[in-house]
């Protein structure tokens, strides 16, 4: 009966060590080494997010309404 009690534990302290050994080489996390960040083992298989570049100038509504504006005030007062 003894040995039996003494086997089942020894089987649960090996597997549940084994469980603990597989979630921790699993796991996917940033390491900081040497003042670097790298990244996780798992940045390979990440799916790649695009974001197609904008317009150099970040304010062509704004531009575009001063100058209609302008053209139009020009309009107005005539030639």
């Given at each position: 009966m003894?040995?039996?009690?003494?086997?089942r534990h020894c089987w649960r302290r090996?597997?549940?060590?084994?469980?603990?050994?597989?979630?921790?080489?699993?796991t996917g996390c940033?390491?900081?080494?040497?003042?670097q960040t790298l990244p996780s083992p798992h940045y390979q298989q990440d799916d790649i997010q695009y974001f197609p570049p904008g317009p150099e100038f970040k304010l062509s509504r704004e531009a575009a309404a001063q100058k209609a504006f302008d053209e139009d005030q020009a309009a107005q007062r005539g030639p």
């Open positions: 003894r040995a039996t009690k003494d086997t090996t597997l549940s060590g084994l469980g603990l050994l597989m979630a921790t080489t699993l940033q390491v900081d080494i040497a003042g």
